[in-house]
């Protein structure tokens, strides 16, 4: 996935109201930019850090630009916009990568299931029958560790999502929790049961009922950004 147009430098100054950040970009310009990431962010940002943000030249936008990728406080690369996620998936998907996943005649996203009314975010279609992979994207790293977490902040609707993944799996049907590694110098990935014991619990009991879980690290420059390397899953 690459940028283009490229990304440009600046710095933050601070994110507010969960959807918007200022900066000031390398020129000196003072921009308030959107910020496309509903979680807390911690350990994600600091201002004053490195950013490089997206420019839209749609008039009808109301914010000229979106916060891509930021430099964390350990000084790690972050790609921020979660909605960068399931777009980086499904590249890989379709170019093999995910090894796991491969061999599939179909791929359809935001499919429509479950008795909770949910949408996974892809259906893959094999001579088998059908898997259902279920995206989440990390970035939430800590000092002197290569071992990421998720979530970053309670998330009822992650726990609902695997409660939906362990019901597909008690039928028989493949189901998968995918994690998208969005930070650099990550070895593996844990949940963050610190911050949410119920959806650490959620997913144990996902993987009980036969769900599989997944992650994958993502190469990231503000050149571009790429899906390439399976990490280990810590539960």
Same mark, same amino acid.
């Given at each position: 996935?690459?940028?283009?147009?490229?990304?440009?430098?600046?710095?933050?100054? =601070?994110?507010?109201?969960?959807f918007?950040?200022?900066?000031? &970009?390398?020129?000196?310009?003072?921009? &308030?930019?959107?910020?496309?990431?509903?979680?807390?962010?911690?350990?994600c940002m600091?201002?004053?850090?490195r950013i490089?943000?997206?420019?839209?030249?749609d008039?009808?936008?109301?914010?000229?630009?979106?916060?891509?990728?930021?430099? &964390?406080?350990?000084?790690?690369?972050?790609?921020?916009?979660?909605?960068?996620?399931?777009?980086?998936?499904?590249?890989?998907?379709?170019?093999?990568?995910?090894?796991?996943?491969?061999?599939f005649?179909?791929? #359809?996203?935001?499919?429509?299931?479950?008795?909770?009314?949910?949408?996974?975010?892809?259906?893959l279609?094999?001579p088998s029958?059908p898997?259902?992979?279920?995206? #989440?994207?990390v970035?939430?790293?800590?000092?002197?560790s290569?071992?990421?977490?998720?979530?970053?902040a309670?998330?009822?609707?992650g726990? #609902?999502?695997?409660?939906?993944?362990?019901?597909?799996?008690?039928?028989?049907?493949?189901?998968?929790?995918l994690?998208?590694?969005?930070?650099?110098?990550?070895?593996?990935?844990?949940?963050?049961?610190?911050?949410?014991?119920?959806? &650490?619990?959620?997913?144990r009991e996902?993987?009980?009922a036969?769900?599989?879980v997944?992650a994958?690290?993502?190469?990231?420059?503000?050149?571009?950004? =790429?899906?390439? =390397? #399976?990490?280990?899953?810590?539960?």
């Amino acid at each position: 996935m690459h940028f283009d147009p490229p990304l440009e430098p600046g710095r933050l100054l =601070r994110r507010y109201k969960r959807f918007l950040a200022d900066i000031e &970009t390398s020129s000196g310009e003072l921009l &308030t930019i959107h910020c496309a990431n509903t979680g807390s962010m911690l350990n994600c940002m600091s201002e004053g850090a490195r950013i490089w943000f997206s420019r839209s030249s749609d008039p009808k936008r109301k914010l000229p630009g979106t916060w891509e990728i930021g430099e &964390t406080p350990h000084g790690r690369l972050a790609c921020i916009n979660t909605g960068r996620a399931n777009g980086l998936v499904e590249e890989a998907l379709r170019a093999g990568v995910i090894a796991e996943l491969s061999g599939f005649s179909g791929l #359809k996203r935001e499919v429509p299931y479950g008795q909770e009314r949910s949408r996974v975010d892809f259906r893959l279609d094999y001579p088998s029958g059908p898997a259902f992979v279920e995206v #989440k994207s990390v970035t939430l790293g800590f000092a002197d560790s290569t071992v990421a977490a998720f979530p970053d902040a309670r998330t009822e609707r992650g726990s #609902k999502h695997l409660r939906e993944l362990a019901a597909l799996a008690r039928e028989g049907v493949r189901a998968v929790q995918l994690y998208c590694v969005n930070l650099s110098g990550i070895d593996a990935v844990r949940p963050a049961e610190e911050i949410d014991s119920a959806y &650490t619990a959620a997913l144990r009991e996902a993987v009980k009922a036969g769900v599989e879980v997944l992650a994958y690290g993502v190469d990231i420059s503000p050149e571009g950004l =790429r899906l390439a =390397r #399976k990490l280990e899953v810590a539960l």
